[in-house]
């Protein structure tokens, strides 16, 4: 594994003085090295944690505990009842990556004074085939779309980007993962908005 770290990580590091939380993981330092373990398990006993090692972590991150599995993995469904110890910063890099793909790099870009959000209007107009009808809703009809589809009960990210007149979220109502731009499960739950308004959404698509 190479010595070196990327920027990213190295800031993010840097602000870990003791713990922090990223999602539904807490990460704890230990010397050179860290502990990460579900927030639900914050005070659990050793004893009642099970081992997982590092390169188990992206299983760990594919299904919840009941089995199903994980689209969205930002999605407040990490199992619980386990924790991983992790050797450095950059396995600490790895490890995060498997749990919360681009966090690390997502929130670094975050930091910078004019970070890349694309927003809803930018990122629907250059769709195509069956996801061109998503620019057809209003302003207000997207941002019922967007409060359902990105609620704090669906996904963790705190959303950046936005559609006239809804703000972004806020930082302690989600966590410090931001979302710049909108996701395939938003994609689709425009195009079905669109679809439900039309009243067809039954009806076979063109996907030309």
């Known amino acids: 594994m190479p010595d070196a770290i990327n920027p990213a990580l190295q800031k993010f590091v840097a602000q870990i003085a003791g713990e922090i939380l990223v999602a539904q993981v807490i990460v704890t330092r230990h010397g050179r090295g860290y502990e990460l373990r579900h927030v639900a398990d914050k005070n659990a ?28 993995k930002s999605a407040p469904n990490l199992p619980s009842g386990w924790r991983t110890i992790i050797a450095d910063d950059v396995e600490l890099g790895s490890a995060l990556n498997h749990l919360y793909p681009g966090a690390v790099a ?65 930082a302690e109502e989600k966590s410090l993962i931001p979302c710049l731009e909108p996701c395939a499960v938003l994609l689709e739950s425009a195009r079905r908005a669109v679809r439900l308004e039309q009243g067809d959404v039954n009806k076979p698509e063109n996907r030309s």
């Not at 760990?60 to 599995?69: C, D, E, H, N, R």
Request: proline share 8%; hydrophobic share 35%; aromatic share 10%.
């Open 45 to 72: 006993p050793l004893e009642m944690l099970h081992p997982v090692a590092f390169d188990g972590l992206r299983a760990l991150a594919q299904s919840t505990t009941a089995g199903t599995f994980r689209p969205l």
């Open 106 to 170: 997502d929130w670094f870009w975050a930091q910078s004074g004019t970070p890349p959000v694309t927003h809803y209007r930018d990122f629907t107009n250059r769709q195509s085939g069956m996801y061109r009808i998503t620019t057809m809703l209003s302003d207000e009809q997207a941002g019922r779309m967007i409060r359902a589809c990105c609620s704090r009960s669906l996904c963790l990210k705190r959303r950046l980007w936005t559609v006239n007149a809804l703000p972004p979220d806020r």
